[in-house]
């Protein structure tokens, strides 16, 4: 079956600038997690998700970083005005229920000139 | 300083065994895992102990773990060209939080 996907794969944008990152995570997945990962270090949580509302945001750096999980499944991270310091790639993992094996999606490489 | 710590590169022999070392700072951590992160794919997750286990074997993989020393190893015997990746080692608390803190991963080269 299909795993975790997102978009895109690839996103340069300019410092300042609003993104928006899209995580689409297998079906039936009720936990969503996003995760950032900086260059030579391991994935940093960002924030978990438990069906459509947030169970723990404490991983997000600041109030420039927002994420949404309208209907229970698909979830966009959204950063505004982004600085240099956000070039990372961001990585999104569902389970099965909280307490479940993660699936890792292959990340959207982001970088901001 | 860092929760999880791992060396960063281990390179070994085509058909060798391969060890790589972990150690964590939180003794209330539950739950240790080992995942592997492959150039443009995703992390997949290997395999995971119990913290009131000693060791756990699945085929080729072997985990130990020395819970006074609050360390973690991966064995990986019979290392072939395709174990050729990033290994992290991350520790959860469990008891309603099972996100995985990781560590910065260690780069395993296999050459032939």
């Known amino acids: 079956g299909a795993g975790v996907s997102q978009t895109p794969s690839n996103k340069v944008t300019e410092k300042g600038k609003y993104v928006e990152l899209r995580c689409d995570p297998i079906?039936?997945?009720?936990?969503l997690y996003w995760y950032r990962q900086s260059l030579g270090q391991g994935p940093e949580f960002l924030i978990y998700?438990?069906?459509?509302?947030?169970?723990?945001d404490s991983g997000l750096p600041n109030d420039r970083f927002f994420a949404v999980r309208p209907e229970g499944s698909v979830s966009t991270l959204k950063i505004q005005r982004t600085e240099r310091g956000d070039s990372a790639v961001y990585l999104c993992?569902?389970?099965?229920?909280?307490?479940?094996?993660?699936?890792f999606g292959p990340g959207t490489r982001l970088t901001v000139t | 300083g860092e929760d999880v710590e791992q060396s960063l590169f281990l390179s070994v022999r085509e058909g060798d065994s391969s060890v790589i070392n972990c150690t964590y700072t939180?003794?209330?951590?539950?739950?240790l895992y080992w995942y592997k992160q492959e150039p443009g794919a995703g992390l997949q997750l290997l395999t995971y102990?119990?913290?009131?286990?000693d060791m756990k074997q699945d085929q080729r993989l072997t985990v130990l773990l020395n819970k006074k020393d609050k360390h973690l190893s991966l064995r990986i015997a019979d290392t072939q060209t395709g174990d050729s990746a990033i290994y992290f080692c991350?520790?959860?608390?469990?008891?309603?939080?099972?996100?995985?803190?990781f560590g910065r991963g260690t780069s395993l080269i296999v050459h032939p």
């Open positions: 993992a569902s389970s099965l229920n909280e307490d479940g094996e993660q699936y």
């Open positions: 079906s039936g997945h009720t936990a």
């Open positions: 998700f438990q069906g459509t509302g947030a169970a723990d």
């Open positions: 939180d003794s209330s951590s539950t739950y």
């Open positions: 102990i119990f913290s009131n286990m």
């Open positions: 991350a520790e959860s608390i469990g008891g309603g939080s099972y996100i995985p803190t």
